[in-house]
Each structure stands twice: as structure tokens, then as C-alpha cells.
T-cell receptor, first 111, second 116 residues
Framework: QKEVEQDPGPLSVPEGAIVSLNCTYS??????FMWYRQYSRKGPELLMY????GNKEDGRFTAQVDKSSKYISLFIRDSQPSDSATYLC???????????FGQGTTLQVKP | AAGVIQSPRHLIKEKRETATLKCYPI?????VYWYQQGPGQDPQFLIS???????DKGSIPDRFSAQQFSDYHSELNMSSLELGDSALYFC???????????????FGEGSRLTVL
């Protein structure tokens, strides 16, 4: 069983929809939680970063971490076609940059 | 703004050959990370360097080696290539040892290695 589980999708939504992306994990030592967006043939780019539990909001994006349930979420409001990409959750037990990634969820936002 | 530069972007090799990938981190970044992403797979951490010293090691095969040079660029050397080594290899850099206050590793666009 992988340390981080993420539904690979694909997930297809109409423009303007609220998107919910989720990951579960098994390692209770994880403290740093990130969401990366990866366009085709490009490197991952950081969207959201959360340390320990709690919520964080940045524009149309909200990240939630529930350490008690070992569950993290990314919400995208008012989704746009330009949000179409693969979204990877990543986490780490220490601030060493050694990230454990989920499989990535492919999102398509249709105009 | 300058980003992480990787070369070559594409590389085709035969089995049992050797390949070298290069990574030029963002100026002033002192930590470099290598990740391998197989087709349809999540990125897997290979190895990292801080101030030219190996700082952490992941699932890197013994056939692979890497180093960081005095100008902070890094090279990943892969020998006795196997079909399963075909993947996208990402380099990432960060400003300080470990994840910065923003948790951001800056990734390059990757080097796609195809082993025939």
C-alpha cells in the first residue's frame, strides 16, 4: 500500500464548478502538506502549502488538512478551463524537501 | 525570473548505455533535489544535495550517481540503462536547506529519458 493515496480521476467538471481533490495518507509523521499543479510535459508548481492541521485559503484555492483522519483536501472555486491539469498532493515528515507524492488527479474543466 | 534549467530536455539511449542529466538551480539556491516520474506515475525522490554534499537519499538505483558542483549545478549519471529507466527526471531547487518557509521546491521542466 502506498503511503499517500490519491484518486487519479480523470475528473471532468463544467466551468464555474467547485472542485474537490483529496488525498489520504498512512504515515502519522507527515507534518508538511502541499498541493502541486502539473501541466502536461511541465514540472510541478506549488499551489498551496500547509504545516500541520488547519485550513489555508489563497484566491480561489483552499487547502484543508485533517491530521486526525490523515486526510487532506484542495478546493477550487469558480473553476476555469485554465485549471485543467494534474494536481498532485505531496507531504513530508520533515522540512528536507524529500516529498512523498500522491498519484495525481487529472482535472478537466470544460468551457 | 530565472528558473531551474535542465538539460537535455529529451534524451534517447539504448539499453546498457550511459546517460548524464544536468541541472542548473535558481541563482543563490543551495539545495538541489532529483525526482523520477515514470509514465502515469507520481514523482519519486531520488537524491538531494545541500552545499555540494549529499543530504538525503531515496529510491535511487546503485547504477545511478549524482553530485553537486562548486557552482551548485548538479549532474545525475545513469549507467547500464534499463528499459525501466525511461522516465521524466525532474530537478528542483530551494533557497535554504530543506523546504523554505513557503514550502516551495522550484521544479525544472524535466529531462525525458527514453531507453530503447
Amino acid at each position: 500500500q502506498k503511503e499517500v493515496e490519491q484518486d487519479p480521476g480523470p475528473l471532468s467538471v463544467p466551468e464555474g464548478a467547485i472542485v474537490s481533490l483529496n488525498c489520504t495518507y498512512s504515515n502519522s509523521a507527515f507534518q508538511y502538506f502541499m498541493w502541486y499543479r502539473q501541466y502536461s510535459r511541465k514540472g510541478p508548481e506549488l499551489l498551496m502549502y500547509t504545516y500541520s492541521s488547519g485550513n489555508k485559503e489563497d484566491g480561489r484555492f483552499t487547502a484543508q488538512v485533517d491530521k486526525s483522519s490523515k486526510y487532506i483536501s484542495l478546493f477550487i472555486r469558480d473553476s476555469q478551463p485554465s485549471d485543467s491539469a494534474t494536481y498532485l498532493c505531496a507531504m513530508s515528515s520533515s522540512n528536507t524537501g524529500k516529498l512523498i507524492f500522491g498519484q495525481g488527479t487529472t482535472l478537466q474543466v470544460k468551457p | 525570473a530565472a528558473g531551474v534549467i535542465q538539460s537535455p530536455r529529451h534524451l534517447i539511449k539504448e539499453k546498457r548505455e550511459t546517460a548524464t542529466l544536468k541541472c542548473y538551480p535558481i541563482p543563490r539556491h543551495d539545495t538541489v533535489y532529483w525526482y523520477q516520474q515514470g509514465p502515469g506515475q507520481d514523482p519519486q525522490f531520488l537524491i538531494s544535495f545541500y552545499e555540494k554534499m549529499q543530504s538525503d537519499k531515496g529510491s535511487i538505483p546503485d547504477r545511478f550517481s549524482a553530485q553537486q558542483f562548486s557552482d551548485y549545478h548538479s549532474e545525475l549519471n545513469m549507467s547500464s540503462l534499463e528499459l525501466g529507466d525511461s522516465a521524466l527526471y525532474f530537478c528542483a531547487s530551494s533557497l535554504i536547506w530543506g523546504v523554505s518557509n513557503t514550502g516551495e521546491l522550484f521544479f525544472g521542466e524535466g529531462s525525458r529519458l527514453t531507453v530503447l
